[in-house]
């Protein structure tokens, strides 16, 4: 029973070596639909691994508070008028934390000063891309961010407007090369901070180098960073996740009444969670999938079409040799499984030439993007069995049909 497994698998090779180009052809072919399945879903797996690693530190306890809801910011319904937001003032998110006393809450202010700012140290500089943000003591706990070395801010920091920040973790190699920068004194548009603690790596989210950024107390920030109308960020994080819900509720008045916005008026501004906007980008990169399914089943759909093709003209190239084989003893099922594994070799070498270059293009993706790259194991099941099944639904007409030629007509073909 192996001999003649063996046997059948060397016939198949043999046949496609006699039709090299034809089988090329047919192999890229799948390949082509299989790589757009896996090249895309490599790439949505990277970009949902990233966002989810970005959001998950914050955890499910937090939400935000900002100008626009995530859906309306990101254009929300088709026709649906864009709403127009006033920005987040200072007087309001200060107002806001010194009414918001919600039980087991703190309050996370902060706002960009700019995303283009020269840091010194001594005679080192570094190029004009730092960002720097004005915070408060709770962005670190809020955010999710850990400290490397060094400390947080406490409340007298930012109470008293200490010159003090905390760097990111590029500023190692950056500006103090080999240098222990905790104690040492940097200098931003002049101003000298010293610095008191350096974060954990972060790595970079849609080219935003998250380890190139300054945090400094908030009131420093706005006595550096005086363009008009700054939009400040406030977030919100609950030690009880089961309070959620009254805490967004009791937000969402009290930012109301500081708006003096009346029962019947929308909000003017947006409060999400952290958990739900992880979930609603999640809903958005599911488009993506649908994508990749698209258009790996109609390029797919035609490699299927090619490769029964190419098996019914070796089927009729070799009906001479099926009737020789047939007259010398050859079973209906020798014959049928002889083609099927032909095409079985086929559609896998497709599938995996196909899943080779889908992994390399969400590679490339991922890099370009850099984005946390992880093996689309899925990706890959998926794509194995769908070379499998184009391999039985291409393979069995043709099987079926040379295992039903009659011998004697087989040995007159020319």
């Known amino acids: 029973m192996f001999g003649l497994f063996k046997e059948n698998v060397r016939i198949a090779f043999d046949s496609i070596k006699s039709q090299l180009l034809r089988t090329i052809l047919t192999v890229m072919i799948i390949a082509i639909g299989i790589t757009a399945l896996v090249g895309i879903l490599s790439a949505v797996s990277a970009l949902e691994n990233t966002i989810s690693g970005d959001f ?11 100008q626009y809801e995530f859906n309306i910011q990101m254009g929300g319904r088709p ?13 309001e998110v200060k107002e806001f934390k010194e009414k918001f006393e919600y039980p087991f809450s703190q309050t996370s202010i902060s706002f960009t000063g700019t995303a283009s700012a ?6 080192e500089k570094t190029d004009p891309e730092v960002r720097v943000l004005g915070v408060n003591e709770y962005f670190l706990d809020n955010s999710g961010l850990k400290l490397e070395k060094g400390r947080n801010f406490t409340v007298f920091d930012i109470e008293n407007n200490n010159n003090v920040c905390i760097l990111g973790a590029d500023f190692y190699e950056v500006l103090f090369k080999d240098i222990n920068p ?11 901070f010293k610095v008191i603690g350096i974060l954990e790596e ?22 550096i960073f005086t363009a008009p109308n700054i939009n400040y960020e406030m977030s919100v994080k609950i030690d009880n996740k089961e309070m959620m819900e009254g805490a967004q509720d009791e937000a969402t008045i009290t930012f109301r009444n500081i708006r003096g916005l009346s029962p019947v008026q929308d909000n003017n501004f947006g409060i999400e969670r952290s958990d739900s906007l992880l979930n609603q980008i999640f809903a958005i990169t599911g488009y993506l999938d649908i994508a990749a399914w698209i258009i790996s089943i109609i390029t797919i759909f035609g490699s299927s079409i090619a490769l029964m093709n190419i098996m019914l003209v070796s089927v009729t190239e070799r009906t001479r040799e099926i009737g020789v084989r047939k007259a010398l003893g050859a ?35 991922a890099s370009a993007a850099e984005f946390d790259f992880v093996t689309p194991w899925v990706a890959i099941l ?5 070379t499998f099944l184009i391999a039985v639904v291409s393979g069995s007409y043709p099987a079926l049909k040379a295992s039903k030629q009659d011998p ?4 007159r073909y020319e």
């Not at 004697?408 to 040995?411: A, P, Q, T, V, Y």
Request: charged share 20%; aromatic share 8%.
């Open 56 to 66: 998950s530190a914050m955890g499910a306890n937090t939400f935000n508070i900002r």
């Open 79 to 91: 026709g649906e008028r864009q709403k127009v937001n006033p920005i987040l003032s200072y007087n």
């Open 118 to 123: 020269e840091v010194r140290f001594e005679t």
């Open 182 to 192: 905790i104690d040492k004194t940097i200098s931003i548009r002049g101003v000298k």
């Open 202 to 223: 972060k790595g970079s989210t849609f080219g935003n180098n998250q380890d190139l950024r300054v945090l400094i107390p908030i009131q420093n920030a706005r006595s």
């Open 331 to 365: 079973k209906r099922n020798t014959i049928a499984t002889q083609f099927f594994m032909e095409t079985l070799i086929i559609g896998q070498l497709g599938g995996l030439i196909g899943i080779i270059l889908g992994i390399l293009i969400g590679y490339a993706v």
């Open 382 to 386: 998926w794509a194995t069995g769908i």
């Open 408 to 411: 004697i007509e087989s040995l």
